[in-house]
């Protein structure tokens, strides 16, 4: 058994162990599961990839004369000003004015809240056009102006929901392309794309959520941020494998950091064709070890995580639940999988490359001494399940 004040000891001291959750797989078939938790202190678990349900406030300060912002653009993306008079909320998914919201076509750039979030952090100088009714207290009814994010009081990401646990692998049953979020599936199931780091993510390494919660630093794009709520759609509960690990999408995290330290390589907006733009990020979150299970847990390895496959054509847009059949992140790395007699070719929207890298740089901040670990001052839910939105009549 160890404690998080142990291991901030041996972190601060410069003595902890601290391997990733690629590394720890064999460490452990080496070492055994005893001595190994007794050496290693902490596992670092990463994932990069789109993760729409992203944003961030903003805070531009007052002008001479004073604004009170009532509509407001960057870069033609419309941002949130429900909040204050200069405080604005940036959605990661929000298309630019103008930009098609259905039909996309070959070559055309499409561009949204996630490009303006990767822009700021790379220091980009940005348009902002503002409007306003106009108060005794905030006279000035229209402005524009360019700023940077230095120029910006506060730039905080504040993401409902982050690193889902898992995720489904899409396919398409019709006989006519569509494009999703999933990226375009092409008919009669001649492709397959899924979306996860597989055995570095960091809620596969911690399925029953023992160390990350509520208060977990993390990092975040290369900022130190921490989880401040459960992700939206959070779904504790749900159908596990006998390891413990989701056969579904079950957790989420909610996650907050500070833009102005965050690395531009692990902020990138994405456009997804036909469907619209997101925001990919590069998030790690270390595990310590503070006993002999959550190790286990650790080591879990692709070929015992499944993913459900969905027909995004009928079965997805209908909600209907109905899964083909589970495929594990072994046999979806490998570029194909089988369903059903037939060989399909697969593809995946996030960079197994990339979650290693986040977790190798995760890994030497906490050995550098640069990186404590924080203890969650609340757990996340482990019984939750999500609720659909019915459609109903106003009520008499």
């Known amino acids: 058994m160890k404690t998080y004040e142990q291991i901030n000891d041996r972190i601060e001291s410069g003595k902890a162990v601290v391997l990733t959750a690629e590394e720890i797989i064999d460490y452990v078939e080496k070492k055994g599961l005893a001595a190994a938790a007794k050496e290693v202190d902490v596992v670092t678990t990463a994932t990069f990839g789109p993760m729409c349900s992203s944003g961030c406030v903003l805070n531009f300060g007052h002008s001479k004369p004073k604004i009170r912002m009532s509509e407001a653009w960057v870069e033609d993306v419309l941002v949130y000003t429900g909040l204050a008079a200069v405080d604005v909320y940036l959605g990661a998914t929000q298309l630019r004015h103008g930009d098609p919201a259905n039909m996309y076509h070959p070559g055309e750039f499409r561009y949204g809240g996630g490009h303006v979030i990767e822009d700021l952090v790379a220091g980009k100088t940005l348009q902002l056009f503002a409007l306003s009714y106009g108060t005794d207290c905030y006279p000035l009814r229209e402005i524009r102006t360019y700023f940077t994010i230095d120029d910006l009081n506060q730039a905080i990401m504040v993401n409902p929901r982050n690193c889902y646990q898992n995720y489904n692998v899409a396919v398409n049953d019709s006989d006519k392309t569509i494009y999703t979020y999933m990226g375009p599936l092409e008919p009669d199931r001649k492709n397959a794309n899924y979306c996860s780091a597989g055995q570095l993510s960091p ?21 130190h941020g921490h989880v401040y709520a459960e992700g939206t759609q959070h779904a504790g509960g749900g159908e596990r494998t006998p390891d413990g690990v989701p056969k579904d999408g079950a957790g989420t995290l909610a996650l907050t950091g500070d833009m102005k330290q965050m690395r531009p390589e692990f902020v990138r907006g994405v456009t997804l064709r036909g469907y619209g733009v997101s925001l990919a990020l590069g998030i790690g979150i270390p595990i310590p070890l503070l006993n002999e299970e959550i190790l286990k847990r650790t080591c879990v390895r692709d070929r015992d995580i499944l993913a459900p496959v969905i027909d995004y054509s009928t079965n997805y847009p209908q909600n209907t639940g109905k899964v083909i059949s589970y495929v594990n992140y072994e046999q979806l790395r490998s570029g194909r999988i089988e369903l059903e007699g037939r060989e399909v070719a697969v593809g995946s929207l996030s960079s197994y490359h990339k979650a290693l890298e986040i977790a190798h740089l995760l890994a030497d901040e906490i050995r550098r001494g640069d990186f404590r670990l924080a203890e969650p001052i609340a757990p996340l839910p482990k019984d939750t399940t999500t609720k659909p939105l019915v459609i109903r009549e106003k009520a008499s």
């Not at 390494?205 to 900022?223: M, Q």
Request: net charge negative; hydrophobic share 40%.
């Open 203 to 223: 809620l596969l390494n911690d399925p029953y959520y023992e160390t990350i919660g509520v208060g977990t630093r993390v990092w975040l794009a290369g900022t």
